[in-house]
Structure formats: C-alpha cells, structure tokens
C-alpha cells in the first residue's frame, strides 16, 4: 500500500504500478528471509543456511499479501477496471487484508469482540500510519 500510494503520484500506469508493486513485495520477502535465516542460523551457532526453505515458507505471506493489489493493478492495465479503480481496488484490498490479519490475531488471541475490534483497527491504523509515513519521506 505504501508503494502505491507513494509512486501513484508520479505514475499512473498500472503496469508499471503493478511492477513497483512486485518488486517491492519480493525485495522485503528476500529482506526477511535473509536476515530471519541469518538470525537463526547465528543463534543456533550454524555456519550454513540449512533453515532458508522454511524461513522462506514461514514469510511467504508476506509475498501472499501483495498478490491481490497485483491483480488489481493488472485488471486496470488489461481495461477491466479503469485505471484509477484499479488502484483504489488494490489499496482497498491491502486495508482489508490489514482487517483480516488483525481478526485473525484478535481470535487467536482470544481477545473476544472488544478486543477484535482494538486489534483490528490498532492493524488497520498502524497500516495508514506506515503509507503516511511513506509518503512524506518520498516528499
């Protein structure tokens, strides 16, 4: 959401939005795969990186959370959605995957309703807080 919001101002082509998109997913997906595998690896007193398989598997999410703004993106630049719906889709989807996980925590948490609700929205805030922040910077 950060990367979208920050180079739709400059950009307004959804492939090249949609390529942002990808390659920023992919670069902090590798980011968080290396420094969790060297993490491990330093703490476990290894020299090799025999966890990078499943660090990889365990931060996948992280790839998995950008698929859908991809589509998104993808669907403006083919002319299913017009291309300022498409990127408005992409950030409404990034906003309720940041629903989601907070719900997600929330219940496995047992936190009941009130809790879901100060957890969602704690995720969902601290979401907007990082496209904001994001965005100053690129200023």
Do not use: C
Not at 17 to 37: E, I, M, Q
Not at 101 to 106: D, K, V
Not at 114 to 125: E, K, R
């Amino acid at each position: 959401m950060a990367t979208l919001t920050a180079a739709y101002e400059g950009e307004k082509d959804p492939w090249k939005l949609a390529t942002a998109v990808a390659a920023t997913v992919t670069v902090l997906w590798l980011a968080h795969v290396y420094a969790h595998t060297l993490a491990e690896s330093l703490a476990a007193d290894r020299r090799r990186f025999g966890g990078l398989p499943s660090v990889a598997r365990r931060e996948l999410g992280i790839v998995l959370a950008g698929v859908l703004p991809f589509v998104a993106l993808a669907l403006g630049a083919i002319g299913v959605l017009r291309e300022d719906n498409a990127v408005w889709v992409a950030l409404a989807v990034g906003l309720a995957t940041l629903g989601a996980e907070g719900i997600r925590f929330a219940r496995l948490e047992q936190l009941g309703l009130a809790g879901t609700v100060v957890a969602t929205a704690a995720n969902v805030a601290l979401g907007l807080i990082v496209v904001a922040l994001k965005v100053l910077v690129e200023h």
